[in-house]
């Protein structure tokens, strides 16, 4: 008899007890083990009785059947190992009963019917039905999965069996990324600086932690399919490349996110702002301002995207968009939407562009858009130039002013045919602040410039006015930028809607100025 235990991934676990000699593994209903997880295929593994051995056969799934972390195709398994079927464990167990060994040879008046062949499998998912015999596999159980029912809990101890090597970067706060550049060379950043680490994978390790990764976030990848970028369950954004795409062989980003959420105040501690920038800020999200973060790789968008918008008000409804979500707001009405890739067929696939389209139609106070990067981009300034106001999103570009020519060339990539000057009072009108990040040679980020964007002037020239910009006065002996945030002694035009809102504290920042 084969008595096998599923480890579900939201904690509970469900036995299955057959007296039939192999059983299906799979997501459809006809399998004998109907598992309906993430990562598991209609009709994934076969588990079967061979020469007095269990043998677990992958069935050609999408996402393979792993054995204690390493993918088989077939193979004998034993009690005390785990089987990964997407992201659940099974283990298993041939139980042999001494009343089925006394009657293995029937006697010629017993019905051939009553073979324990024919045994209907049963699901007992209550302890008090469980028998004696189970007592080991509910103890492998407890090893298996951790004191604590929650399903991270039974993520994360897998996670940390496939990256062994690393694992111990991924729990050290003082680190920000670990990047695999193939098996053997391996990299981190701690306190914005790359280090070579010295420990290496082993070919087969790396590709089954890639496989890993990919199971538990519900993407493919293989060599039709090289590329993966997703979202880990603690916020860690991952990124995968297969070969021959990369040279070296696998490469893996992971880009860890803070446990702490960043505020406002925080940047101000850490010199990436001034008090004064706060304020100003505040109050043009108050105002519902559009605005465009602006930045290069590593600069700190989304971090700083995510601090702006906490500053959105408890009462409205916001709609975030994102391709991996790593957005975490507080308030209370908040939408979550993510991109969905295609299948195997090349069907299904959602992205940022159908999100913003979707997202238009759901009553949204404040649409945010993690990252423009193609013909969403359209969309979006259409929707801030059609009474979505206070939408915000983040876009690579090295200047305020890049960041516009970069709107526009997104923009284009929607297919339409768009008069280029009428494109560029799209951007003029649809866009009022853009928030400069930059991380600078010292390896610090900061905010460098916060812009308003005035109106087209003739000719097509963008009208760019600095409000607040950082200023490079020298470097220290140690090579640490001297310098400061200064206000340009522009004045923002929108002054008079300040006053009409009541915001008399910002309003003092720009005293000196005010009415000339």
Known sequence: MLEVVVFQSDGNTKRVSSGKSSLMIGKASGNDICIEAEGVSRYHARLSVEDGAVVVEDLGSTNGTYVNSEQVQKAKVSPSDKIAVGNTLVTVELVVEEEEEEEEAPTPEQPEEEDTSTMAHQVDTAAEEAPEAHAEIHQAAAESLSASSKSDDFYWKSMANFLGPIWHYQEDETVSEIMINGPEEIYIERKGRLQLA?????????????????????????????????????????????????????????????????????????????????????????LKKNIVISGGTSSGKTSLLNVVSGLVPDDERIITIEDSAELQLTQDHVVP????????????????????K??????????????????????????????????????HANSPRQSLSRMETLSLFSGLEIPMLALREQVSSAIDIVIQAARLPDHSRK?????????????????????????????????????????????????????????????????????E
């Open 198 to 286: 010295p420990e290496k994978f082993t070919e087969g390790q790396l590709h089954a932690a890639i496989l890993n990764i990919a199971q538990y976030v519900g993407r493919r990848v293989s060599e039709e399919e090289p590329y993966l970028d997703a979202r880990l369950p603690d916020g860690s954004r991952v990124a995968v490349l297969l070969q021959p795409c990369s040279r070296k062989g696998a490469a893996v980003a992971i880009r860890k996110f803070s446990k702490e959420a960043l505020t406002l105040e925080k940047l101000i501690g850490f010199g990436s702002m001034t008090p004064d920038m706060a304020l100003f800020l505040k109050a043009c999200v108050v």
């Open 337 to 356: 939407m993510e991109t969905k890739p295609p299948d195997k067929k090349g069907r299904g696939q959602v992205t940022i562009r159908d999100l913003v």
């Open 358 to 395: 979707v997202s238009l139609r759901m009553r949204p106070d404040r649409v945010i858009v993690g990252e423009i990067r193609g013909g969403e981009a359209i969309d979006l300034l259409q929707a801030m130039n059609t009474g979505h106001s206070g939408s915000m999103c983040t876009i």
């Open 447 to 515: 905010v460098t410039h916060i812009t308003e964007i005035g109106q087209l002037q003739e000719g097509g020239i963008y009208v760019v006015n600095d409000i607040y910009k950082f200023v490079r006065e020298g470097l220290t002996e140690d090579k640490k930028i001297i310098g400061g945030h200064k206000w340009t002694g522009n004045v923002p035009s929108f002054v008079e809607e300040m006053e009409l809102a009541g915001l008399d504290d910002v309003l003092g920042l720009f005293s000196n100025k005010k009415g």
